[in-house]
């Protein structure tokens, strides 16, 4: 089975990829920050940070996935319509992040001065970046990671949509979205994310798994020749999705066709099946689903920390020692606003708003 611990375990990869992504991709970043790399040159190490920037599909295809599944089993006796179904996902993605807002809001504050700057000092702006749509409109945010909580209400948007279709046409909806994705225009671009249209494909492809229950199946087969046959099949995804990535990375610069996304979200799903199936002994299990727990406060805050906080994260110039600087900064930050919000009850007190709100629309 395809349970909450194996989705922790590729969360837990996730966040690992995502913060070397971020401290590797960028050349003049590293230069500016004065990064030293003790047994890979710099120009090795950048091109397998780009390639990392896989994260983020497979970070999409949990959301999607997850969210096909509820939306799957709204009947019975405590059934919800689709709109709160919609309004029920909100929350619950809005209450996760306006602590970290929050947090940001007033970090930045004491460490570069008014944060309304960034707004232009409007406050109209200020609320887009509350309600985490302003990459969306191009306007300010004080967290440039915060363009994926735009997409993430997407997804909520999309989900509903493809129901249907993926229900009907199973994973033939992968392909023929490929194949219609030629046709839509790529006008609606992250500042931070590249094209919305890059994450359509492996939104289709998770959606469609739900439907066919292809991660339980995967998870629970097993083969015939034992041992080998697993070791094998273990080689087969790393290989496959290894081989996808530099592919991706190949073509980056001349995809005219979306084939990018394709090849990200098929990545991102031998990636998921490798972890699920494969991490399982508990030294490396243990490790990466507390990872995965906190992996979403720390999606959301890492970005502060080497901005704004950059002198604390590279205070070595070490790239082994800042890595992991900012690794358990980002996790002391997670586990510091979960006891805080603990302590105030902060979930449950939202929770009981989204229930009066969600009865109001069933009333």
Avoid at 83 to 103: D, E, G, N
Avoid at 131 to 160: H, R
Avoid at 252 to 275: H, Y
Avoid at 328 to 347: D, H, Q
Wanted: hydrophobic letters at 55%; proline letters at 2%; aromatic letters at 16%.
């Amino acid at each position: 089975m395809f349970t909450k611990a194996e989705t922790a375990r590729v969360k837990g990869i996730g966040i690992l990829l995502l913060l070397f992504h971020h401290l590797f991709y960028n050349v003049d970043f590293v230069e500016k920050t004065k990064m030293e790399f003790l047994f890979l040159s710099e120009d090795r190490i950048q091109p397998v940070a780009v390639m990392a920037r896989v994260c983020v599909w497979l970070f999409v295809f949990l959301s999607a996935y997850g969210l096909s599944l509820q939306y799957q089993k709204r009947g019975g006796a405590n059934s919800e319509s689709t709109l709160q179904f919609l309004i029920r996902r909100w929350f619950s993605l809005m209450k996760a992040f306006w602590p970290v807002y929050v947090f940001v809001f007033f970090g930045y504050w004491i460490v570069r001065g008014n944060p309304m700057r960034v707004y232009e000092n409007s406050v109209i702006r200020m609320i887009a970046d509350v309600f985490a749509v302003s990459d969306f409109f191009q306007t300010g945010l004080l967290s440039g990671v915060w363009w994926y909580m735009c997409l993430a209400q997407i997804i909520v948007l999309l989900i509903p949509l493809i129901d249907s279709p993926c229900e009907r046409l199973g994973m033939a909806v992968v392909p023929i979205g490929f194949l219609l994705s030629q046709f839509i225009p790529d006008s609606i671009h992250s500042k931070y994310g590249g094209s919305y249209l890059n994450y359509f494909l492996v939104i289709l492809l998770a959606a469609a798994c739900a439907k066919g229950d292809v991660l339980n199946k995967l998870m629970s087969r097993k083969m015939k020749h034992g041992k080998w046959s697993e070791v094998v099949f273990a080689t087969v995804l790393f290989l496959g999705a290894a081989g996808l990535l530099v592919l991706r990375f190949s073509i980056s610069q001349n995809d005219l066709w979306q084939i990018c996304g394709l090849l990200s979200a098929l990545a991102a799903f031998l990636i998921i099946v490798l972890v699920g199936r494969y991490f399982k002994a508990h030294v490396i299990s243990a490790p990466l689903e507390f990872l995965g727990k906190h992996s979403g406060n720390m999606f959301m805050v890492h970005a502060f920390f080497y901005g704004p906080c950059s002198a604390l994260v590279f205070w070595s110039h070490n790239a082994i020692l800042s890595y992991f600087t900012l690794l358990v900064m980002s996790l002391a930050f997670s586990i510091s606003i979960e006891a805080i919000k603990k302590w105030s009850k902060y979930n449950k007190r939202m929770t009981t708003v989204t229930n009066w709100v969600t009865s109001k629309l069933h009333a």
